[in-house]
């Protein structure tokens, strides 16, 4: 759903984008400023449902507010937003008694003075008179649903607020409408799709923990506090299962009796009350439920949770569940293709970016010609831009991500689709790829058939580092995915003034790590001393801000121990370097170390062409990593990131054994080895009646053997008695002594 202009943090209708006079009639549902309304019924004092009334678009300023407004006979409006913190109305009252529903919490009035002071569906209300029969309406609080009418009544300039960090835009609804329902009732294992979330008739458990696979659901209206179709359970479940990370989900439902299942991610809760949720942990989500109001027979209410949820189970023996919103996890990315030009084509070896991620055009089963071009018919089934790959694949350069989604529409021809590497090229449709592992990624795919072809939506969880998308005439939109847990420490050179020279042997830092101009070695064995590092803001690299170039150089980077390193590249000539603990690697490019393993470290490499060269990202883990260098002849690097290495110590107790033969006042002076990640305080204990041993006392002297090996050496006084000695190591800033 797409809401109103944005003012200063609000957005409000206006009515203004309505042809004048045009006539809505119970049931008509039209859209204005991007949001849609659905005129319904009206309820008069005396409890009786009028369901003939019209709701008409007039230039009377009845509301009190400029330009047009709404008139309303015998009717009311029905809206639904995201999160808000106010709602707010210019009204016109000129007879009759007034309906107002917040939340679902249905309301009758004979004045709209009478509203003054009410909490309706949690929200409270407020009115301030503004003429003889007009005034303003203030809701605050939460107000996800509303419906405002009268007998004789106008409507103006309706405003709400969002929650702070609210975007509509990442808001979407299952309202059980597009498509519709299934018709009849719907038993255990009926399954339907809306939004291509998957929705499945599951069986239900009773209070008494036995369980039914005999009860049902069906499509009902008006019991859930929510316009439109709905959704009732007679001893039923429904399973909601998403294709991405949801990060919150909401619910609006009536409970009219018998207990209720809830389960998120697999942990289920059999209830007496759902009222009785509010506070629970359930699958790591956090849920929250909010009674809204009382109905005949039950109540309504809207359940919450939040977490990283993926999939949900809801039901009851006499229970009701309505609009049903989702939005991503925190922290997921995604590429819409909004900001390129429809209809202006990018060929091979050709690039664009959008948030960050690089995207490059590639050859299509080796095939040139093709080309890659933003549209805007909704091949893909999202709303905007999509882009078209006609003959052609489109790869992305993504650092690392744990899930990734796309919606996508296929129309003909082949597909490929490489994941970490691995290539899969297939004639028939993209949905026959659902359930295949590529690339050590499992692949999901929803879809539907259209004329012409299938519209669906492209799902992979595991660890990608690499995919690459094509076809014939596929369109791709909406492409999200969620980024792998970023490394705490990164470098990315802003601290340097652009176009600073580093000689070979010349060292700089940035915090706290200095890194160090080497000689570059070449493939025959010789090395050159006259190369050097140049700071550029040139973006070769792939990443923003500056970068930093080696020409004809190495870069030895001091990190004393990190379990991960990732960094963004870009190759324009020559070959490379890379030292890995001690350990020389020589490449025409780094792809050449792509899945190379180097003692416990693994080499990741994902590249795409761009003009004059390559741009990737180069990962490495498996670590200890104590040793690091890279470089080249025509060769970028910027944001380097790296997992520090936890402190530990190995071979932390050593066992001296009586030495009676020896004076009490002669020492020994003994050594052994430990090995150290990352910096560290030592302190050296003895279990000795005579106390604990200083390291003056000890004489203890440490130092580096090699990469993050030590050699410790303690004098240690001869004695009659056995001892035991224990190093032990505490994190800290202060190196052994």
Same mark, same amino acid.
Not at 473 to 482: M, R
């Given at each position: 759903m797409a809401f109103g202009n944005i003012v200063s943090g609000q957005e409000y209708l206006d009515f203004e984008d309505l042809v004048l006079d045009t006539t809505y009639n119970n049931g008509d549902t039209f859209s204005t400023t991007g949001t849609t309304v659905q005129v319904g019924p009206f309820q008069s004092g005396n409890g009786t449902t009028v369901t003939d009334g019209f709701v008409r678009v007039r230039d009377f300023q009845s509301a009190g507010h400029n330009g047009q407004d709404l008139v309303f006979n015998n009717a009311t409006i029905q809206l639904s937003f995201p999160c808000t913190e106010s709602v707010s109305y210019h009204f016109g009252s000129f007879g009759g008694n007034l309906n107002l529903s917040v939340n679902g919490d249905f309301r009758i009035v004979s004045s709209p003075s009478d509203l003054d002071g009410l909490l309706v569906g949690g929200v409270n209300v407020s009115m301030m008179q503004t003429g003889a029969n007009t005034g303003i309406v203030t809701l605050t609080g939460n107000v996800t649903t509303l419906a405002i009418g009268g007998s004789e009544f106008a409507l103006d300039h309706l405003c709400y607020t969002l929650c702070p960090g609210t975007d509509p835009g990442d808001r979407r609804y299952i309202d059980f409408s597009e498509p519709p329902v299934p018709d009849g009732d719907l038993t255990v294992g009926d399954e339907w799709q809306e939004d291509f979330v998957s929705i499945q008739v599951t069986p239900f458990a009773f209070a008494n923990g036995s369980t039914t696979d005999q009860g049902f659901a069906r499509e009902s209206v008006g019991t859930a506090g929510h316009t439109g179709p709905e959704v009732t359970t007679n001893n039923a479940n429904l399973r909601f299962l998403f294709y991405e990370c949801v990060g919150r989900v909401e619910v609006h439902f009536g409970a009219y009796g018998g207990n209720v299942n809830l389960s998120v991610n697999g942990d289920m809760a059999n209830l007496g009350n759902l009222l009785d949720a509010d506070g629970l942990t359930l699958g790591r989500a956090q849920v929250s439920v909010q009674k809204s109001g009382e109905v005949e027979g039950g109540y309504l209410g809207i359940l919450t949770f939040e977490g990283e949820i993926k999939e949900f189970e809801l039901g009851g023996q006499e229970f009701a569940m309505d609009h049903i919103c989702y939005e991503p996890c925190a922290g997921m990315s995604c590429i819409d293709f909004e900001e390129l030009t429809v209809r202006v084509p990018y060929g091979e070896g050709e690039?664009?970016?959008?948030?960050?991620?690089?995207?490059?055009?590639?050859?299509?089963?080796?095939?040139?010609?093709?080309?890659?071009?933003?549209?805007?018919?909704?091949?893909?089934?999202?709303?905007?831009?999509?882009?078209?790959?006609?003959?052609?694949?489109?790869?992305?350069?993504?650092?690392?991500?744990?899930? $990734?989604?796309?919606?996508?529409?296929?129309?003909?021809?082949?597909?490929? $689709?490489?994941?970490?590497?691995?290539?899969?090229?297939?004639?028939?449709?993209?949905?026959?790829?659902?359930?295949?592992?590529?690339?050590?990624?499992?692949?999901?795919?929803?879809?539907?058939?259209?004329?012409?072809?299938? *519209?669906?939506?492209?799902?992979?969880?595991?660890?990608? *580092?690499?995919?690459?998308?094509?076809? *014939?005439?596929?369109?791709?939109?909406?492409?999200?995915?969620?980024?792998? *847990?970023?490394?705490?420490?990164?470098?990315?050179?802003?601290?340097?003034?652009?176009?600073?020279?580093?000689?070979?042997?010349?060292?700089?830092?940035?915090?706290?790590?200095?890194?160090?101009?080497?000689?570059?070695?070449?493939?025959?064995?010789?090395?050159?001393?006259?190369?050097?590092?140049?700071?550029?803001?040139?973006?070769?690299?792939?990443?923003?801000?500056?970068?930093?170039?080696?020409?004809?150089?190495?870069?030895?980077?001091?990190?004393?121990?990190?379990?991960?390193?990732?960094?963004?590249?870009?190759?324009?000539?020559?070959?490379?370097?890379?030292?890995?603990?001690?350990?020389?690697?020589?490449?025409?490019?780094?792809?050449?170390?792509?899945?190379?393993?180097?003692?416990?470290?693994?080499?990741?490499?994902?590249?795409?062409?761009?003009?004059?060269?390559?741009?990737?990202?180069?990962?490495?883990?498996?670590g200890p990593i104590t040793e690091f260098g890279i470089g080249g002849q025509e060769f970028w690097i910027d944001h380097l990131c790296y997992m520090p290495c936890d402190p530990v110590i190995v071979e932390r107790c050593l066992e001296m054994d009586s030495m009676e033969d020896l004076p009490d006042n002669v020492t020994t002076r003994v050594h052994f080895s430990i090995i150290v990640r990352g910096t560290v305080e030592l302190t050296l204990l003895t279990s000795s009646t005579l106390g604990a041993l200083s390291w003056g006392d000890a004489g203890a002297t440490i130092t580096r053997h090699s990469g993050n090996l030590y050699r410790l050496y303690v004098d240690i006084p001869k004695t009659t008695v056995r001892r035991f000695y224990q190093i032990d190591l505490h994190p800290g800033p202060v190196a052994a002594p």
């Open positions: 690039g664009f970016s959008e948030d960050g991620v690089i995207m490059t055009v590639g050859k299509f089963n080796n095939a040139s010609g093709g080309f890659v071009a933003a549209d805007d018919n909704l091949r893909a089934n999202h709303a905007g831009n999509d882009l078209l790959l006609n003959d052609a694949k489109l790869d992305f350069l993504i650092d690392c991500a744990t899930h $990734l989604s796309l919606y996508y529409g296929h129309f003909g021809g082949d597909i490929h $689709l490489e994941i970490n590497g691995e290539p899969v090229s297939h004639t028939g449709p993209l949905s026959n790829l659902s359930g295949s592992t590529i690339g050590g990624v499992l692949v999901t795919i929803r879809h539907m058939s259209v004329n012409g072809g299938e *519209q669906g939506v492209l799902v992979l969880e595991g660890t990608i *580092q690499s995919i690459s998308i094509g076809g *014939q005439e596929l369109w791709i939109d909406h492409v999200c995915f969620t980024p792998c *847990q970023p490394l705490p420490d990164c470098i990315d050179f802003e601290a340097l003034p652009v176009t600073k020279e580093y000689a070979v042997n010349e060292a700089f830092s940035e915090d706290g790590i200095t890194m160090t101009v080497e000689r570059f070695l070449f493939s025959n064995g010789t090395t050159t001393s006259a190369g050097m590092a140049v700071v550029d803001d040139a973006n070769k690299a792939g990443h923003l801000g500056n970068d930093l170039a080696l020409v004809n150089a190495n870069l030895r980077v001091g990190v004393d121990c990190a379990e991960r390193i990732r960094l963004h590249f870009g190759d324009y000539g020559g070959i490379v370097n890379l030292l890995l603990n001690g350990t020389p690697l020589i490449g025409d490019d780094l792809s050449d170390f792509d899945g190379m393993t180097v003692g416990s470290l693994t080499i990741s490499v994902t590249q795409g062409t761009v003009a004059g060269g390559v741009i990737g990202v180069l990962e490495i883990w498996g």
